[in-house]
Nanobody
Framework: QVQLVESGGGLVQAGGSLRLSCAAS????????MAWFRQAPGNEREFVVA????????SYADSVKGRFTISRDNARNTLYLQMNSLETLDTAVYYC??????????????????WGQGTQVTVSS
């Protein structure tokens, strides 16, 4: 059974930082492209960033470029999202997702087979 478990969310002031983690089990983590998405109340799920299976290529949404950094540790089956210079508009539930397309950084949620339960990030002004 595949499980993706996010952690690290919380409440932070604008300008602050958080680091999210996504622990994966039940799949060959190093064979999956991974991504972070987010969803704010009343909004559709939004692409944030993706990374290829080997970590060699990434793709960022313009809204987070230069502030967020995705990384992965295939030995630990864990995906990370370092979020700096947080803004109130970053407030959302953040989800990690896994895609069997190894060497792609797809932005369409339809390409991702597995999803975590989400972790809440709240940025106060």
């Amino acid at each position: 059974q595949v499980q993706l478990v996010e952690s690290g969310g919380g409440l932070v002031q604008a300008g602050g930082s958080l680091r999210l983690s996504c622990a994966a089990s039940g799949l060959t983590f190093s064979s999956y492209g991974m991504a972070w998405f987010r969803q704010a109340p009343g909004n559709e799920r939004e692409f944030v960033v993706a990374v290829t299976a080997n970590g060699g290529s990434t793709s960022y949404a313009d809204s987070v470029k230069g502030r967020f950094t995705i990384s992965r540790d295939n030995a630990r089956n864990t995906l990370y999202l370092q979020m700096n210079s947080l803004e109130t508009l970053d407030t959302a539930v953040y989800y990690c997702a896994a895609s069997p397309i190894q060497y792609s950084t797809r932005r369409d949620p339809a390409y991702y087979n597995y999803w975590g339960q989400g972790t809440q990030v709240t940025v106060s002004s």
